[in-house]
């Protein structure tokens, strides 16, 4: 029969009350932690309303919240009940029907549009997606009108498409061209600064996530790309139902690369070659309309039709003349060779 040691039994039980103190003590550093992490991640997801140092009137549609500053009442009164309609359009594009509050605050100036959400300054409008708050200035920097209707659709679809997806992650492209395709109708603008980028050479869809928040001269082609871009990829079918799949394969966590071959069965990369082929179509005629000499180009077929014209009217006066001056040729007797020296 073995004999236990005395002393090793204390130290065995001083052990195991060390590993049960150790034990909680671990558990009760993780459940700090834990609260800390859940006490966090509130502020970090719910960040505090944006606001405007001017005095704002309210009124409120429905789940649609509107601020405004007093001289804009006329604005707000002719845009508020355009909202939910807008809403509704921008839901059937999408394909998804989603929650539709949101709060819009009017501004007379872009100034304070940048001084309260940290935008730059020539900003007109600006979206918070996660929270559905948007605000949409009056006047840009210089003082001049901003279409408010079109700026605040391109706001709203911001908001919609977040929404859409579950707060998936698109890349930047793919928001702002459904936003600017959804919003702002197509400007002359937007067309001509595309024609002039496919005449030097348009930039990769991969490479405009940096563009959107630079200078205000910078981004005006990565615009005009997203847009067409995605305008091309929602007109793929003519009822838009690859690109409500599209939308919904996103919002089940497929990621957009992968959910964009699940729906089209081709990679971004071949679909934006499609793209850029189709655009020859388009603006092949681009280098010689925004050449310097494109006028003198563009008229010389009238100017040669003009020289040609008068070339042959000269030729038949030249050729009246030649008969007038000559007897025979004119259809006379001649009078003889003492009075016509032709004759002689």
């Given amino acids: 029969m073995t004999r236990r040691n005395p002393t090793s039994s204390v130290f065995e039980g001083v052990g195991a009350r060390r590993g049960l103190f150790g034990w909680l003590v671990g558990l009760c550093l993780g459940v700090m932690g834990w609260m800390a ?61 989603v929650d539709d509050r949101i709060t819009v605050l009017l501004t007379s100036h872009a100034g304070e549009l940048a001084s309260a959400s940290g935008m730059a300054d020539w900003a007109s409008g600006v979206a918070r997606p996660a929270t559905g708050e948007l605000i949409v200035a009056a006047h840009g920097p210089d003082g001049g009108r901003v279409h408010l209707e079109g700026v605040l659709r391109h706001e709203l679809a911001h908001v919609a498409l977040h929404r859409a997806v579950g707060g998936m992650a698109v890349p930047a492209w793919f928001h702002e061209g459904v936003a600017d395709n959804l919003g702002e109708a197509l400007s002359p603008s937007r067309r001509e600064v595309l024609a002039r980028g496919y005449a030097r050479g348009l930039p990769d869809i991969s490479s405009l996530e940096g563009p959107f928040g630079g200078d205000r001269h910078d981004v005006g082609e990565a615009y005009a790309v997203s847009r067409d871009f995605v305008e091309f990829v929602r007109d793929h079918d003519a009822t838009g139902a690859k690109f409500h799949a599209l939308i919904d394969a996103i919002r ?42 494109a006028f003198l180009i563009l008229c010389s077929p009238v100017v040669f039709v003009a020289w040609f014209r008068r070339r042959r009217r000269d030729n038949r006066e030249r050729a009246r003349l030649e008969r007038e001056s000559d007897p025979v ?10 009075a016509c020296a032709s004759c002689s």
Wanted: proline share 11%; with cysteine.
């Fill in 37 to 97: 992490v859940a006490s966090a991640a509130p502020a970090e997801s719910n960040p505090a309303p944006w606001a405007l140092s001017s005095p704002m009137n309210e009124r409120i549609l429905g789940p649609v919240t509107v601020r405004y500053e007093p001289e804009l009442a006329r604005a707000a009164q002719d845009l508020i009940p355009q909202i939910p309609g807008w809403w509704s359009e921008i839901e059937e594009a999408l394909g998804e029907d």
């Fill in 252 to 293: 089940r966590g497929r990621g957009f690369e992968r959910a964009v071959v699940d729906t089209y069965g081709v990679t971004v990369s071949t679909l934006a070659e499609s793209w850029r082929d189709g655009l020859w179509s388009r603006f092949s005629w681009t280098p010689l309309a925004t050449s310097p000499d």
């Fill in 329 to 338: 040729l004119a259809g006379h007797a001649c009078p003889g060779p003492a």
